[in-house]
C-alpha cells in the first residue's frame, strides 16, 4: 500500500489530507477567519495563521485516517503559485517531515491539484472521473484558465486571464456591495432571489481563450457610483438583482470561452475545478450546454473545489508513481505556470 501526506498552505486555507492507494481518507482544513475584517487575504496574517494550524490539522489528518506516521510513504506539498509566506510553511513543514521520517519529498503545482481534484476517490464513494484527453476550466480566486489535459502531469494552459481571475471578479464587486470576503458565495445566494436581466455590464472584448475581468470591476464600480449619487440607498433596494446580473455577467464570459475551446478543439470530456466551480450559475449554464453539445462534466464536490489538501495528496500520489521527487533545496514560487 502506498500511504501520501498531502499538505496545502497557498493562501488563507491549511490543510493535510492522507490517501492510500489513490483514496483519501481524511481532507483537514482549517480556513482563517482573521481576513474577513480586511475583505481579502492579508498576507502576513495568513502566513501566520498556517504557522499556527500545521501541527493541529496534520495531526489530525493522521489521527482520523488510523495510521501512524511510519506508515507514510511520502510528503507531497504546494510548491506554488500563491502567497510565499504561506507557501514557505508548507514547504518548511515538508522539509522536516521528509528529513525526520526519511521519506521522499514531492512538490505540487497548485493549478495542477486542483484539475486532478476530478481523480479523488473517497472511502464507500462511487465516482466517475474524466478520460484524456479532457478540457479544464479552472476558476478560483488567483485563477481563470482553460487547459488540456492528455494524462495525470501532461497539461498544456490553452487560455488564461490576463489581469484578475474570476473569483476576484466576484470578491471585489462583492466588496463594493460591502459585503465580506470571500463574497462569491455571498453573491451567490443573494443572486438566487435577483433578476440576473435587470442590470447589464460590459463585457471584455479579448481575442483567442484568453480571459479579463479588471474592466468588470471597474465598469461595476462606476455604475454603482453613478447610481448611489441619486439614491444613496441604491445597493440595498437592489442587492440581489445586482448579484444576480452580476454573476450572470462572469458566468457568460466564462461560457463564451469554454464553448470557444471546446468546438476548437473538438474535446467533449470537460471538467471544471477551482473554488468558483461551486457557483450554482456556473454549474447550471455548463450543464445546459453539456445538453446542447453532448459533453460530459466533472465538478469536484464543494471539499476537493475549494483549496484542499486531498488534491495535493492525489497529485503526490500519481508523481510518486512516475518517480517524480525534489530535493531539500527546493523553494517555493509565488507565480507559475503549468
Ligand atoms: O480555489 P479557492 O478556494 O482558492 C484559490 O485558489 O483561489 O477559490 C476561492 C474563490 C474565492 O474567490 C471565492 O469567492 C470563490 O472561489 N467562490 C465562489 C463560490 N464559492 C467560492 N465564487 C462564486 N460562487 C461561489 N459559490
Avoid at 52 to 74: L, T
Avoid at 230 to 242: M, R
Wanted: proline share 4%; net charge negative; hydrophobic share 40%.
Amino acid at each position: 500500500m502506498t500511504v501520501i501526506l498531502g499538505i496545502e498552505s497557498s493562501c488563507d486555507d491549511t490543510s493535510a489530507a492522507i490517501l492510500k492507494d489513490g483514496i483519501v481518507y481524511t481532507n483537514v482544513i482549517a480556513s482563517q477567519q482573521v481576513h474577513e475584517a480586511y475583505g481579502g487575504v492579508v498576507p502576513e496574517l495568513a502566513s501566520r495563521a498556517h504557522q499556527q494550524n500545521i501541527i493541529p490539522v496534520v495531526s489530525e489528518a493522521i489521527k482520523k485516517a488510523n495510521i501512524e506516521i511510519k506508515d507514510i510513504d511520502a510528503i507531497a506539498f504546494t510548491r506554488g503559485p500563491g502567497l510565499l509566506g504561506s507557501l514557505l510553511v508548507g514547504t518548511s513543514f515538508a522539509k522536516g517531515f521528509s528529513i525526520a521520517n526519511n521519506i521522499p519529498l514531492i512538490e505540487v503545482n497548485h493549478l495542477q491539484a486542483h484539475i486532478l481534484a476530478n481523480f479523488i476517490k473517497e472511502p464507500g464513494v462511487e465516482s466517475h472521473h474524466p478520460k484524456f484527453p479532457f478540457l479544464t476550466l479552472l476558476v478560483s480566486g488567483g485563477n481563470s484558465q482553460l487547459i488540456i489535459v492528455r494524462d495525470y502531469l501532461d497539461m498544456e494552459m490553452i487560455g488564461q486571464t490576463i489581469d484578475d481571475a474570476a473569483g476576484e471578479a466576484f470578491d471585489k464587486c462583492a466588496k463594493v456591495m460591502g459585503l465580506t470576503y470571500p463574497g462569491g458565495p455571498i453573491v451567490d445566494r443573494l443572486a438566487q432571489e435577483g433578476n440576473a436581466e435587470r442590470f447589464t455590464f460590459n463585457k471584455p472584448q479579448i481575442k483567442g481563450l484568453n480571459y479579463s475581468f479588471s474592466g468588470l470591476k471597474t465598469s461595476f464600480l462606476y455604475f454603482l457610483r453613478d447610481e448611489l449619487k441619486t439614491n444613496p440607498h441604491f445597493i440595498q433596494e437592489n442587492l440581489n438583482d445586482l448579484c444576480a446580473s452580476l454573476q450572470k455577467t462572469i458566468v457568460d464570459v466564462l461560457m463564451a470561452k469554454l464553448k470557444k475551446a471546446a468546438k476548437e478543439t473538438g474535446i467533449k470530456q470537460i471538467a471544471v475545478a477551482g473554488g468558483v466551480s461551486a457557483n450554482s450559475a456556473l454549474q447550471k449554464a455548463i450543464h445546459e450546454e453539456a445538453a446542447r453539445s453532448n459533453w460530459e462534466v466533472f465538478i469536484p464536490r464543494l471539499g476537493f473545489s475549494l483549496d484542499n489538501a486531498g488534491m495535493v495528496a492525489v497529485t503526490g500520489y500519481y508523481k510518486y508513481l512516475a518517480g517524480e521527487f525534489v530535493g531539500l533545496n527546493t523553494t517555493p514560487y509565488a507565480r507559475t505556470t503549468l
